[in-house]
């Protein structure tokens, strides 16, 4: 079994920085990517020996569509696909574009702003930033909405068993699939809520975190699956982020089995028979939706090689010098953010 990257069983860092790009259509591009595949390592150990202290971390994974592009001769992994946009009433979780993720962490700031310049940098125009969002610790691990997140998450072996993927799909064990949404929080209504009716909303204590007994249209009641009498995981590292007027939640996950995110996505957003959906959704609403497959660390490392194989067709004087070649040459196919699509 491949052994799956280090960063993915770090803790959510007291910061963190998402990265999400697209890739330019070209094979110089396509080729710039797999060699940072390969150099990524050596280049998180560059800036993190400087304070061990800090540990920095970073977790590389590909999207659906970029996938035969960037890993050729290698079979997408079985449950890999574009985040599928879920829309009922007013609740409405887009699926917008993404190849690439970069989830890098650090107990400073400083350390994750030097690795995501270096890596961006080392991509040069191979790729465009659709999304750069700074994530941060907010008081006690609270969430802006005042509530400590992330206490279900499973921990030691069973924190394994949830998020990596094993013999099920032998020839992507050790890898990850990963979902990212924006969530874009009206502070002011959230505010505005009292204290007791909050509580209500997550389903646990405000100040302690305790879990309440209900209701049905908690956030924890309909995040939480149970499949043939076993709860199923999944690893979360939210992040608050924002700006002083617009602020939320960066939701990321990490899976072995992407359908467990994707079900609980759907108890969330859409209404099940009798009308119950997550009321969490009435104060905060997803402006990005992508999946992605971080894949083990030696399919990284090979990935340079497919770089050398491909290398053949192209003439020799083009190498990584893309900086010369035109957006239109490196992005002659990329289009607007998908639409929401209704849920079938
Ligand atoms: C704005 C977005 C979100 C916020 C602010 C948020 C916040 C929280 C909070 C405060 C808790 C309770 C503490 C804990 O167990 O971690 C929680 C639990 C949980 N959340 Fe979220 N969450 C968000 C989105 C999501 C999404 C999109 C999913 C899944 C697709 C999800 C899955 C879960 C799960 C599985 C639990 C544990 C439920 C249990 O077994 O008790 N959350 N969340």
Redesign the pocket.
């Known amino acids: 079994m491949g052994v799956s990257q280090e960063a993915i069983q770090s803790g959510p860092g007291r910061h963190a920085l998402f990265l999400t790009l697209v890739v330019g259509a070209s094979e110089v591009a396509a080729r710039a990517v797999r060699q940072l595949g390969a150099d990524l390592a050596g280049l998180v150990r560059t800036v993190g020996h400087r304070d061990e202290s800090a540990a920095l971390s970073c977790v590389l994974a590909i999207g659906a569509d970029a996938w035969e592009r960037l890993v050729p001769g290698r079979s997408r992994p079985a449950q890999l696909h574009p985040f599928r946009a879920l829309e009922d009433a007013t609740r409405r979780?887009p699926s917008t574009p993404g190849d690439l993720l970069l989830h890098i962490r650090a107990e400073r700031a400083d350390f994750c702003h030097e690795l995501g310049r270096m890596i961006i940098g080392s991509l040069g125009s191979a790729v465009q930033v659709v999304d750069e969002t700074q994530g941060f610790s907010y008081m006690d691990s609270?969430?802006?909405?005042g509530?400590?997140?992330?206490?279900?998450?499973p921990g030691g072996e069973a924190r394994r068993e949830a998020t990596i993927v094993g013999d099920e799909d032998p020839a992507h064990a050790g890898g990850s699939y990963i979902?990212v949404?924006r969530?874009v929080?009206d502070l002011d209504r959230w505010q505005q809520t009292p204290t007791a009716e909050q509580e209500r909303v997550?389903?646990?204590t405000k100040a302690e975190?305790i879990?309440l007994d209900g209701p049905p249209t908690a956030?924890?009641?309909r995040?939480?699956?149970v499949r043939d009498g076993v709860?199923k995981?999944?690893l979360?590292q939210?992040r608050p982020w924002g700006t002083t007027r617009e602020s939320?939640?960066y939701?990321i996950?990490y899976a072995r089995d992407l359908s467990v995110?994707?079900a609980?996505?759907e108890r969330?957003f859409i209404a099940d028979a009798d009308g119950l959906y997550?009321h969490?959704l009435d104060?905060?609403h997803?402006v990005t939706g992508v999946n992605f497959f971080a894949p083990a660390v030696d399919v990284l490392e090979s990935l340079a090689a497919t770089d050398g194989a491909a290398a053949a067709e192209v003439p020799a004087d083009e190498t990584l010098g893309i900086g010369s070649l035109r957006e239109s040459e490196l992005f002659p196919t990329r289009g607007t953010p998908t639409k929401p699509k209704k849920a079938s």
């Open positions: 979780a609270r969430d802006l909405i509530f400590v997140d992330g206490t279900e998450n979902t949404q969530y929080t997550i389903g646990r975190g879990e956030h924890k009641e995040a939480k699956l709860e995981k999944i979360r939210n939320g939640t939701f996950a995110t994707e609980m996505l969330m997550d969490l104060f905060t997803p």
